[in-house]
């Protein structure tokens, strides 16, 4: 039983940062790590995945060089640390875990934290 638990979230200026972490329990140090964002009546959108030894990271093109994603195996624990946010980074932010290659299908993911939100103010 995989679990996941975020944290980190919360208000934050346009131009200011935020470092989520997500907390996973079970036997995850082997699976793609991945985060989703869900804005208020949109979609759940794919930010970034990082693969289980961390060597291969992907990144959605708009959160490119300001987003990072990382992973500490030792601590069960991934990070996205975002920088230079944006009004319209506003959302709820989810962790998300699964076996094999990455990916930013949200349907390739069968693992979900509650998700932690975040709103970036002006």
């Known amino acids: 039983q995989v679990q996941l638990v975020e944290s980190g979230g919360g208000l934050v200026q346009v131009g200011g940062s935020l470092r989520l972490s997500c907390a996973a329990s079970g036997r995850t140090f082997t699976y793609v790590m991945g985060w989703f964002r869900q804005a208020p009546g949109k979609e759940r959108d794919f930010i970034a995945a990082?693969?289980?030894?961390?060597?291969?990271?992907n990144y959605a093109d708009s959160v490119k060089g300001r987003f990072t994603i990382s992973r500490d195996n030792a601590r069960n624990t991934v990070y996205l640390q975002m920088n230079s946010l944006k009004g319209e980074n506003t959302a709820v932010y989810y962790c998300?875990?699964?076996?094999?290659?990455?990916?930013?299908?949200?349907?390739?993911?069968?693992?979900w934290g509650q998700g932690t939100q975040v709103t970036v103010s002006s």
């Open positions: 998300t875990a699964r076996s094999g290659s990455i990916s930013g299908d949200r349907y390739e993911y069968p693992y």
């Open positions: 990082i693969s289980w030894r961390g060597s291969q990271t």
